[in-house]
């Protein structure tokens, strides 16, 4: 059978708040703004996989957890500084910093309730 999928190649969030998420993306984790996004998302600068948000095609209310038994990792330069500042801003740390075979890690609740884990190790 030939291989037709070749790996994920964009991940979005649909979230209740874009202002919101916006910020928290930008201000707390420090992600840039691309240039251009489609009319109901923004997407972020981010290589080799681009991440992005966008408004829900559901109602996100009706589900009791977002993206449960998905798994979404962040590649860092610095997992210890940045779990830090995020503490220090009150993102809720559901993981503590830890050492693994990744680096150092640990994961954070993004503003809907998403896990992100955060990695320091390519």
């Known amino acids: 059978m030939t291989n037709y999928v070749k790996g994920p190649d964009f991940i979005v ?3 209740r708040d874009m202002e919101e998420s916006r910020r928290f993306y930008t201000e707390i984790i420090g992600l840039a703004v691309a240039p251009s996004s489609p009319p109901e998302a923004i997407v972020f600068m981010i290589t080799p996989v681009p ?3 966008r ?3 559901v109602d996100l209310d009706a589900v009791t957890q ?3 038994g998905v798994a979404i990792w ?3 330069e610095d997992s210890a500084t940045l ?3 995020m503490k220090n801003c009150n993102v809720p740390i559901v993981r503590e910093l830890t050492d693994s075979p990744f680096g150092q890690t640990f ?3 993004d503003p809907d309730g998403y896990l992100i884990t955060v990695h320091d190790r390519g």
């Open 74 to 76: 962040f590649r860092v």
């Open 107 to 109: 994961t954070f609740r």
């Open 83 to 85: 779990h830090l500042h």
């Open 51 to 53: 991440f992005a948000i």
């Open 66 to 68: 977002l993206g449960h």
């Open 13 to 15: 969030l649909q979230v």
């Open 55 to 57: 408004k829900p095609f």
